[in-house]
T-cell receptor, first 117, second 112 residues
Framework: EAGVAQSPRYKIIEKRQSVAFWCNPI?????LYWYQQILGQGPKLLIQ????????DSQLPKDRFSAERLKGVDSTLKIQPAKLEDSAVYLC???????????????FGPGTRLTVL | GNSVTQMEGPVTLSEEAFLTINCTYT??????LFWYVQYPGEGLQLLLK?????DKGSNKGFEATYRKETTSFHLEKGSVQVSDSAVYFC???????????FGSGTKLNVKP
């Protein structure tokens, strides 16, 4: 079974530029999560989708971050414009059973390491 | 609010030593508790979980017991191996508010 795929793996941009990250969850997984992991910290949940609907985006800085999950499969996270403090690893995860909610096992992708100069 | 506090690392042990990584939590309701592990060069993966008080999660020789009275979920292993070297994250899910929180992670180094 293929795991969660993310691209690109690394991205370097200058502040005020835009960037987009892509995630393909495990086939059949209803729930998709985006996390931000700043160096030395644990991951912070930014947004949770169930199928193509948003369950929670309370921690997403909506003035610059946006995310979508078209057709309930792939997802894209965008930052526009980027700030220095956005330098982090962006993790995508998926889980199978929407009825299990956040007690279900999350399967993580390898992450995208973003550096903002 | 909800939060997870882990002991700071790195923790350095010799092979076959006993491991404890402390984790305490603050929660408004009845959370589920998790340990995730990140091996070098790999993504995060679930190690074990417990969904209610007094439950014990176990996997690969690791154990953790959900202690509501002490709000703790300490990770233990009786005899660590070099291959256990990784970063361990304690995490909490709050079903009432649909939130998920990770601790800051504890790096474990096991020497042969």
């Amino acid at each position: 079974e293929a795991g969660v795929a993310q691209s690109p793996r690394y991205k370097i941009i200058e502040k005020r530029q835009s960037v987009a990250f892509w995630c393909n969850p495990i086939s059949g997984h209803a729930t998709l999560y985006w996390y931000q992991q700043i160096l030395g910290q644990g991951p912070k949940l930014l947004i949770q989708f169930q199928n193509n609907g948003v369950v929670d985006d309370s921690q997403l800085p909506k003035d610059r971050f946006s995310a979508e999950r078209l057709k309930g499969v792939d997802s894209t996270l965008k930052i526009q414009p980027a700030k220095l403090e956005d330098s982090a690893v962006y993790l995508c995860a998926s889980s199978l059973d929407p009825l299990a909610g956040l007690t279900d096992t999350q399967y993580f992708g390898p992450g995208t390491r973003l550096t903002v100069l | 609010g909800n939060s997870v506090t882990q002991m700071e690392g790195p923790v350095t042990l010799s092979e076959e030593a006993f491991l404890t990584i402390n984790c305490t939590y603050t929660a408004t309701g009845y959370p589920s508790l998790f340990w995730y592990v990140q091996y070098p060069g790999e993504g995060l993966q679930l190690l074990l979980k417990a969904t209610k008080a007094d439950d014990k999660g176990s996997n690969k020789g690791f154990e953790a017991t959900y202690r509501k009275e002490t709000t703790s979920f300490h990770l233990e292993k009786g005899s660590v191996q070099v291959s256990d070297s990784a970063v361990y994250f304690c995490a909490l899910s709050d079903p009432n508010f649909n939130k998920f929180y990770f601790g800051s992670g504890t790096k474990l180094n096991v020497k042969p």
